[in-house]
């Protein structure tokens, strides 16, 4: 990001027919700001072509200069495919006898707005029938340490008597990318998806990661908490691949390397996506909505999303810092904009915690941009635009400058 005015020197005195100050107003970019929009929302966007002009005009308004459409969800498709379930895209089509993905970019664009596919890459929902499932079996679907298939999770949440000490994060059908065929299933689906949608302008990946439990795991070595990604032909894959034995249920044997590999799960997923994508798409931009706390991120959810920018495989990542705290908040913001790679982490606001509250949504987009983060994304603008004060305050103060 550029730097200040205040702070930009020139080498030599400045001429005296122009400014220091003028030069670097001039040169600096304007301030990237995103906004989510779901599939499955209050607004459904997809679902009716009419509703695309008022998403675009609010998204004038908030200054918004990428938008994040929410095209695959819970193995469900809102764009043509022959991988996911398109009943989706089928049923919109039906209705008005349009692409409703394909308008909403054609009229983005004509607003000078960017479009990103935002898909959910490891998280099926609730779908247990999902046709990535259908196609690889029960095995694709992640397993825990001691075997269990959330798949038999009751409401697929953690069974008794672990219920006692710990949670899902986000219940939901999990698949395992370290079973055969998962990676390769998901990164096929997401290069048709660009490969029928050229005109996209990036591929935004959500759920790129393990299952989060509650309390979270500091690797499988120390023995505690509940982990998942040992299904059978899983663990077989570990051992063929390094002739060790994964450790299993009690067995706390080669976990260091078993975290290392499963975490390399995720990140080789990742870069068959990137692939996939590039053939398709070569000038589209890969970015992924990641846990804020990446250290957790790194040790629980095989997400080394820091590691993804640091090797290119990401053009930008989203921390998803919705939190209450304006004092976290600000730390976080702090410790992404001093990292090597603080030009290409935009953090994502809870905009929607604050919908009684405008004047806090305000002040935590102040404190990020203090902070010289490189941009923001508001989550979301169904929550927006069901708050009317919330969407009234958050227009104000766009057009007052910030």
């Known amino acids: 990001a550029a730097p200040p005015a205040s702070v930009v020197e020139s080498a030599a005195p400045s001429a005296p027919h122009v400014t220091d100050v003028t030069l670097s107003e ?20 997809l679902d009716d072509p009419a509703r695309i002009g008022p998403l675009l005009d609010d998204a004038a308004a908030l200054g918004v200069s990428d938008l994040f459409v929410q095209v695959y969800r819970g193995g469900r498709a809102w764009f043509d495919s022959g991988l996911a379930d398109a009943t989706p895209y089928r049923d919109s089509k039906a209705a008005s006898g349009m692409d409703s993905l394909s308008l909403l970019l054609s009229r983005a664009h004509d607003a000078d707005l960017r479009v990103h596919a935002w898909v959910n890459a490891l998280s099926l929902a609730s779908n247990k029938s999902a046709p990535i ?31 006692t000490y710990y949670r899902m ?36 990946l959500d759920y790129i990661r393990y299952p989060d439990v509650l309390p979270f795991v500091p690797g499988s070595r120390f023995g505690v908490g509940l982990d998942f990604g040992y299904g059978e032909l899983t663990r077989r894959r570990f051992r063929e691949e390094t002739g060790l034995e994964a450790p299993f249920g009690d067995s706390l044997r080669n976990a260091n390397r078993w975290d290392n590999w499963r975490r390399d799960q995720v990140t080789r997923l990742v870069g068959q996506i990137r692939s996939a994508m590039i053939r398709s798409a070569p000038n ?67 905009s ?28 979301s603008y169904d929550a927006i635009a069901d708050a009317p004060e919330l969407r009234r305050r958050l227009i104000e103060v766009r057009a007052d400058g910030l």
């Not at 055969?180 to 998806?193: H, K, N």
């Open 26 to 45: 001039a040169a600096k970019p304007a301030r990237r700001r995103g906004m989510w929009v779901l599939a499955e929302g209050s607004r459904r966007i």
């Open 133 to 163: 499932v259908l196609a690889l079996g029960r095995e694709a679907v992640t397993l825990d340490r001691h075997g269990r298939s959330v798949l038999d999770y009751p409401k697929l949440d953690v069974p008794p008597p672990d219920r």
């Open 169 to 204: 994060g986000t219940p939901a059908v999990w698949l395992d990318p370290g079973a055969p065929g998962v990676s390769e299933y998901i990164s096929r689906t997401f290069g048709e998806l660009m490969l029928k949608y050229p005109a996209l302008d990036g591929l935004h």
């Open 284 to 350: 589209a931009a890969l970015s992924a909505a990641v846990w804020t706390y990446a250290d957790r991120a790194y040790l629980a959810m095989g997400q080394d999303w820091r590691g993804w920018l640091a090797s290119d495989l990401l053009d930008f990542a989203v921390p998803m810092a919705y939190t209450l705290d304006d004092d976290l908040l600000r730390h976080q913001a702090q410790t992404f904009a001093g990292l090597p790679t603080h030009d290409r982490i935009w953090i994502g606001l809870g």
């Open 352 to 379: 929607w915690l604050f919908r009684e509250r405008p004047e806090r949504a305000l002040e935590q987009l102040q404190i990020v941009e203090s902070a010289g983060t490189a941009a923001e994304v508001l989550f």
